[in-house]
Each structure stands twice: as C-alpha cells, then as structure tokens.
C-alpha cells in the first residue's frame, strides 16, 4: 500500500535521512523505532509532503507522491497526526473536526463526529470546548479523531504515546487496536518499545537516518542483542 | 454639548469604513502572512470607480448602489488577478520581499489611477433617498452618516456569522493559526488563499466605494488610508475582528474630535491614544501575543566577520576615485553622487537596525526627516548654521528614536513594522499641517551650508567624507560587544534574556543609534538640497530605504551602499525618462521579486554556493 525507496532529506546542510526503505501493506500496523534524533519524524513528514524529499521515491497506491503538496497527498487518502499535535487551539473540538473532513472515501469506513465521539468518549463531553483548553491527552485523542475526519486509508501516527500519563497511554494503545480491528492500516513512530509491543505487528529500527532492521514484533522481543544496540538508552 | 454629539457621530461614520478596511487587511494578513500595502489602493480604487459607476449608470437608489457594490466586487476581482499573477508567486518568499512587491503594485495602481482618471479631485452625487440631514439637538446631521455608522455593525455581524457558522470561516480561522497543518489535512490552500484575498479586497474596495457621498476620490487616498489602517490594527489586535471594530470607532471619534479641538495636529491626538493603549496592551485591545511564526520577520542570515581582503582594497580604490571624482566629472554627476553619499548613510542606518537589530522599519524616513527639519528649523528660526545643525540633526533622530522606539521594541516583526509607520506618517501629518513652524506643503527654503561648502566640489567633498565616516562609524559598532549582543537579541531573544541581556533595552539603544544616523543623514539632505519638504518623511522615502537595503542584501554591510547607489541612479533615469515613473518603478520591484524571492543578494550567494558545490 504504501512503499518508501531511497528516501533523502536535509534541513540546510544538515543531512537527516539517507536511503530509507520501508513497506507498509494494507490493514497492518507497521512502527518505526528509534530514538530521539533518529529520523522517525522526518520520515513521516517526508512521506505526507512536508518536508521535500532530496532524492527518493514514495509510492502510495500505486500512485508517486513524492514532492507532491501536502494537501494533494491527503486528498488521495493518507492522514496525518503530527507528534506536535497541532490542534487549532482557537477552535472548538467541533470545529477542528470538521478542518479534518474530507468527502467520504470507497473501500474505507467513513467516520463521523458521532463515530468518533464513540471511539473517544472523553471528546464528546467537551463537543464545544476550545482546543487550548484541554489536557495532553485530550489533545492527543483530538488530534487522531480529527486525522480520521479525512476518512485515511492510511494514517501515519508521530510518536501518539509521547508525553502522556500512563493511563491514557494504555487509551491510546485500545483505540490503536481498535482502528486496526476495523482494518485500518498504520505506520506509527514510536521511542517506547512496550506501546510499540501493544499495538505493531511489524517495525523498523531507524538510527542516524538510515534503516537498521527490520522484524516481525514478536521476533524483535524475542532479540535482545538487536534491542540492546539500537533501543536501549 | 450638541456639537459633541454631533462631532461623535461624525466619529462613528467615518469608523465604519475604516472597519472594513482594516478587518480586510486583518483577515488577508491572518491567512497568507502578507502584510499588503496594496489594500489602500483597492480602497482608492473602489472611490473612483463608484464614482465612475455612479456617474454613468442612471441616478437612483438602483444606480447608485448598484455602483457602491459593482465597485466593490470588480475590486474583489482585482484582488483576484493580484493573489493569481503575483502573490501566489511569493508566498514562500521572505515577509519584507512580499511587502515590497504590493508596494510595487501601489505604485503601478497611483499611476494607473492618474492615467484613468485624471490628478484632479472627483466629487461624487449625494445618495438618492438620503440626500438631507436630520436634525439632533438642534444640528443637522447627514441622513447618509446615519445609515454609515449601522453599516459598520451590520458588516461585523455578517462577518461573524460567516467565520463561526460556516465551513469555509472554520477552515480560515484554521489556517490563520496553522496553515501548514490545514494543508496536511487535505484542504486545498490556494482556493482558500484566493478567496480570503478575494473577500478582504471587496472590504476595502467597499469601504472606498462607501465614501464616494461623504469626501472628494483623490490620488492620496491609498497612503491615507493604508496608515489608519496600520493604526487600527495594531491598537485593535492583530486578527481580531472585534478589536478591529473597537479600534475604528476610536480612531474615527478622535478623528471627528481632532478636527474640532486640534485641527492643525490631528494625528497627535491619536499618537497619544495609541500609546496609551500600547502601554497598557502590547498586542492591543482585544490581541494576544503573536505566535512563534508572526514574530520572525526571516532575513536573519547572520552577519559575516572580517571583510575579504579584496573587498578592502576595492573600497580603498573605490574611494580614493570618489575623493578625487571632482577632478573628472562634471556637475551634474557630482551632484548626483553626492544624493548617493548620502542615501547610502540613510540606508546604512536603517541596515544597522534591520540587519543586527532584526527590526525591521517601515517608516524610517522619519529619523531622516526630523535630522532635516532640525537642521532647517535651527537656521530659520534661530539663524544657526551648518555646523550646530549638523549636530542638532543625529540629535533629533535620536531624540524622537528613544521617544517611539521605546513603544516600538515591545512588539516585534510586522508589529513593530507597522507602528513605524504609524510614528513616521503622524511626523509626517505635522510637518504637513503645522504650517506655521514648518511652512506645510511650501516647505522650508534657503537652508544653505557654510560658505566653503557652497560650491558643488566642497559639498561633495563634505557629504562624502561625513557618510563614509558615519557608515565606518555603524560598521565599527557591529562590532563592539554592543553589536554583538544587539545580534544575540535578534537570533534567540529568549536565551539572550536567560544569559542576564536586556533585551528590550538593547533594542531600544539599537533603534535610537539608527534614528539619529538617519538624522543625521537628513540634516545633510536638508543641506544638500536647500530646502526642506514633508515629502522627506513621506511613505515612498521610507520604501526607498527599504527597497535599497534589500536589493543590495541585508546580511552585508555593502549591501545598503549598492543598494542606494544602485536605486538612486535607476529612479534618475526613469524620472528624466518619463512621467509615469512610479509605475516602471512598480512594475521593477514586482518583477525583481516574482523572479528573485530570496533577493539579489541570496540569489547570488545560491549562485555562489552552487558553484563552489554546497548546498543551498
């Protein structure tokens, strides 16, 4: 579904991500681990356009979209939740999720602020809340909620777990699960190998830009050298 | 008692068309980031062709606001061309390039303008139906302003409901916070871009088109305009709409009021109030502070160390052929050569604060103007001559630089732009209304130098020596540890003031230093010329300080000297060529920003790097 080869990419003179390969196939939940600095960001940022790839190819669909707006990659399917969040803080939680709307898509389930409501209870007790008053996680539930708004074939998830209590971690990781229950396909970035263990069926180990393994999740925790060298801190 | 409320009312007429154009200028900003100077020429346009709608379609209520709204939306149209054939062009171009490139399209739209219609004033038919006055407590006051002071609500209604009830105002006051994140969801920016520009243009072209009964449609309606506009907004609050409307209707009451009570210095009063508000809200009534992305202003490449070898030597050669130019050339390029001595210390100053001060000013003409009148006023009021003038003049930009420089460093990029502008037309209004003191449009004449300076070769000799003095003077100061930390402020404010600097401080001496070089620059002009004229502290002398420090690049201390030699020698040619000059020079900047958006001096070193194989 989606297929990332020889991907570069440079801020300035800095060069961040050199020859990334990577494959994502339909209704999977793929993670790219690694630690801070690694390049998992960049990677999703390169993938949705916001970032120019300097070389390399991107095929989503069948379709090269690497170099393409960030708007027009969107509109072919691909959602986006950016590890910042950047929720429209001036915005009520209704009217962010109806920034995120996109015309209902063949072959994926189309969602609904009513759905989404459903999949994120807390979301609908604050429908007319402004997105700067809300908590971290909330954030984080509305962030996703409105990535979903766009009906996504494919959503490209920036380290969801980061800064968030444990408890709403384990949330996050059950809508995760919940989204690859009914099909979804997800590449989600991650620092933390035990969400990644929760919610991934396969992931790539990423450092100083450059994929370093690749294996199944139950392999990848069955190795402790790999982990040791790549992911212990 | 009576007359108050009248004068009130008055107040809340005006208000209403200020609103929208300031609320259009607002919106468009909120989106693309653009600060468009060009908005005052979509107001001046929707003046004139109401009146010229009006005047051919038949009279009556049909015809007559047939023609108001027809303006208004062929001015809607215009901005639709502008947003298609240039801005789309430049959205990724540095703020400053942008700003350039709508003041290129003002001046394309003045002479337009003349050439349409003519340099006369146009005075347009009262509207059908509302042609008399009522009487309140005895005055009479137009039926006409009293349907104006509800238009203004009745816009920020409709507005309202447009930017909460719709999707199309969600997703604008989505991108108003985050554009990029608004793409990245799919919405498609252009469309959105075009028709924001689209609505803020039919604002303005109404709010012109609106006053077509009430004053005469005149050529220097757009800079009018444009500079209450600014004012309006920065007391307002950027990107509120509702502080927008607050702002009109001060600004229109002190106004009405003004003319009353002060009519010599209108603008004074409004200085005055918009200090106040100022100190007591930095981001204005109903603002709040700018986020991260409203505050870089870009061009912040940093300044390089010591000069290349070669680039002495250059200069050396380059001034010794200038010190001894008077032995070659005659007096028609002495004379020129001195206006460029002298532009290139104007330009240095602004350099010095745009570039290691990292504020960028709109109406630096201000400084340059008040060293002039200084110098002029001590020779016409007291007899003093050159000498002591040439003292007073850096004294009275820096007098007048800690004076609104200490309002202006506590905001920072298109804010703080903006309120020089503000400063710098209110000087401006005085040197032109205080006929007394400044002799207003007439000027003040025989303002001669000293004797020995008299000839063309002494006058040369003095503005060469004193301007180089004075740029080597700026470039020194660069590099004192006063410079330095001036850059620190600039690069990352916050870790400047978590290292003990005072930021605020040192921005404030940095914008005095730069005032009273441009003072001092002023004072020479003054001299130079023989005369002084509120022209020298007008927009288009603050543009061209502007336009010489970016054509020559602003990470290079040549780059302000290029520049002014550079401007000045092209605006001679096309004045001698034409007398549609400002057009050319328009259609010059847009073209030289459409095709070089990083500016010459960032393409050349893209060129540079390219070749030498880095990366750009």
């Known amino acids: 579904m989606l297929t990332v080869q020889g991907l570069d990419a440079h801020y300035g003179l800095a060069h961040i991500l050199a020859g990334i390969e990577l494959t994502v196939q339909r209704g999977e939940v793929?993670?790219?681990?690694?630690?801070?600095?690694?390049?998992?960001?960049t990677t999703l940022k390169s993938i949705i356009g916001l970032v120019r790839p300097s070389a390399g190819q991107i095929t989503f669909e069948g379709q090269g979209i690497a170099g393409r707006s960030p708007s027009t990659i969107a509109r072919l399917g691909l959602g986006y939740v950016p590890e910042e969040r950047r929720i429209f803080t001036e915005l009520t939680v209704r009217e962010n999720l109806e920034v995120g709307r996109q015309k209902p898509r063949q072959g994926v389930p189309h969602w609904t602020p009513e759905k989404l409501y459903a999949l994120f209870p807390n979301l609908a007790e604050m429908k007319d809340r402004p997105g700067g008053r809300m908590s971290g996680g909330e954030q984080q539930m509305l962030t996703i909620a409105r990535t979903l708004m766009g009906n996504p074939r494919l959503i490209l998830l920036d380290e969801p777990s980061e800064g968030l209590s444990p408890l709403i971690v384990e949330q996050m990781a059950d809508a995760i699960a919940a989204l690859k229950r009914d099909g979804m396909t997800v590449l989600l970035s991650e620092q933390s190998l035990h969400f990644a263990a929760r919610v991934a069926d396969r992931a790539y180990i990423i450092e100083k830009g450059r994929i370093r393994h690749e294996a199944g999740m139950t392999a990848l925790l069955a190795d402790a050298d790999v982990r040791q060298r790549y992911l212990a801190v | 008692m009576d007359i108050v409320v009248v004068q009130f009312l008055t107040g809340l007429a005006s208000a209403s068309s200020l609103f929208l154009v300031a609320s259009g200028l607002s919106i468009i900003f909120g989106v693309s980031r653009i600060v468009n100077f060009a908005h005052g020429s979509f107001y001046m346009l929707g003046a004139y062709l109401a009146w010229t709608l009006v005047e051919r379609l038949p009279y009556g209520p049909l015809g007559f606001w047939g023609g108001i709204v027809g303006a208004a939306a062929i001015v809607a149209l215009l901005g639709l061309v502008m947003e298609f054939v240039l801005l789309r062009r430049i959205y990724r171009a540095p703020e400053l390039f942008q700003l350039l490139a709508t003041f290129g399209v003002v001046l394309i739209v003045q002479d337009a303008t003349l050439w349409l219609w003519g340099p006369q004033d146009l005075l347009g038919p009262r509207a059908p139906g509302l042609r008399g006055a009522v009487t309140i407590l005895g005055q009479r006051f137009p039926q006409y302003d009293l349907l104006l002071i509800f238009i203004g609500p009745v816009v920020l209604a409709l507005l309202w409901l447009l930017f909460t009830r719709t999707r199309w105002g969600t997703l604008v006051r989505a991108?108003?916070?985050?554009?990029?994140?608004?793409?990245?969801?799919?919405?498609?920016?252009?469309?959105?871009?075009?028709?924001?520009?689209?609505?803020?243009?039919?604002?303005?072209?109404?709010?012109?088109?609106?006053?077509?009964?009430?004053?005469?449609?005149?050529?220097?309606?757009?800079?009018?305009?444009?500079?209450?506009?600014?004012?309006?907004?920065?007391?307002?609050?950027?990107?509120?709409?509702?502080?927008?409307?607050?702002?009109?209707?001060?600004?229109?009451?002190?106004?009405?009021?003004?003319?009353?009570?002060?009519?010599?210095?209108?603008?004074?009063?409004?200085?005055?109030?918009?200090?106040?508000?100022?100190?007591?809200?930095?981001?204005?009534?109903?603002?709040r502070k700018p986020g991260p992305v409203a505050a870089t202003v870009g061009l912040v490449t940093p300044l390089i160390g010591p000069t290349p070898r070669a680039l002495v030597w250059l200069g050396l050669v380059a001034g010794a052929l200038l010190v001894l130019a008077p032995l070659f050339v005659g007096d028609y390029t002495l004379t020129i050569l001195s206006e460029m001595a002298i532009l290139a210390l104007f330009a240095a100053s602004l350099h010095f604060m745009m570039g290691p001060g990292g504020m960028a000013s709109f109406g630096h003409a201000a400084y340059f103007g008040l060293g002039a009148y200084a110098a002029a006023l001590l020779m016409r009021q007291l007899g003093l001559g050159m000498p002591l003038g040439l003292i007073a003049a850096p004294l009275a930009g820096a007098a007048f630089g800690l004076l609104f420089g200490w309002f202006c460093v506590r905001l920072s990029g298109v804010y703080l732009a903006m309120l020089t502008l503000a400063f710098a037309q209110i000087c401006w209004s005085v040197a032109f209304q205080w006929v007394e003191l400044t002799g207003g449009d007439n000027g003040l004449l025989n303002i001669l130098p000293s004797g020995w300076a008299q000839t063309r070769q002494g006058f040369y000799w003095l503005a060469l020596v004193l301007s180089i003095a004075g740029i080597l003077l700026l470039r020194w100061l660069i590099r004192t540890p006063f410079g330095h930390a001036l850059r620190a402020a600039r690069d990352n404010p916050l870790r400047a003031e978590a290292v003990g600097m005072a930021v605020g401080r040192l921005q404030w001496a940095g914008f005095a230093v730069a005032a009273s070089f441009a003072g001092f620059a002023g004072g020479l002009y003054a001299y130079f010329k023989g005369s002084v004229f509120p022209t020298f502290i007008s927009i288009p002398r603050s543009v061209d300080a502007l336009l010489m420090v970016l054509l020559g690049g602003v990470d290079t201390l040549a780059g302000p000297i290029v520049g002014a030699v550079v401007y000045t020698g092209l605006h001679e040619q096309l004045m001698s060529l034409t007398d549609y000059w400002r057009a050319i020079l328009g259609l010059i900047i847009v073209v030289l920003v459409v095709a070089f958006p990083q500016g010459l001096a960032g393409q050349a070193r893209d060129w540079w790097l390219a070749r030498n194989g880095g990366r750009a």
């Open chain 2, 175 to 287: 991108a108003t916070q985050d554009r990029e994140m608004v793409g990245a969801l799919g919405v498609d920016q252009k469309l959105l871009f075009t028709t924001v520009f689209m609505l803020g243009s039919f604002l303005a072209g109404l709010g012109g088109a609106l006053q077509l009964p009430r004053e005469s449609v005149n050529l220097q309606m757009d800079l009018t305009i444009i500079t209450d506009a600014f004012v309006v907004v920065v007391v307002g609050g950027m990107g509120s709409l509702g502080g927008a409307f607050l702002a009109a209707l001060l600004i229109g009451v002190l106004h009405a009021f003004g003319i009353v009570v002060f009519p010599k210095i209108t603008l004074v009063l409004i200085f005055l109030v918009m200090a106040v508000v100022l100190v007591l809200r930095p981001y204005g009534l109903m603002g």
């Open chain 1, 30 to 41: 793929v993670v790219l681990l690694g630690r801070n600095g690694a390049g998992k960001s």
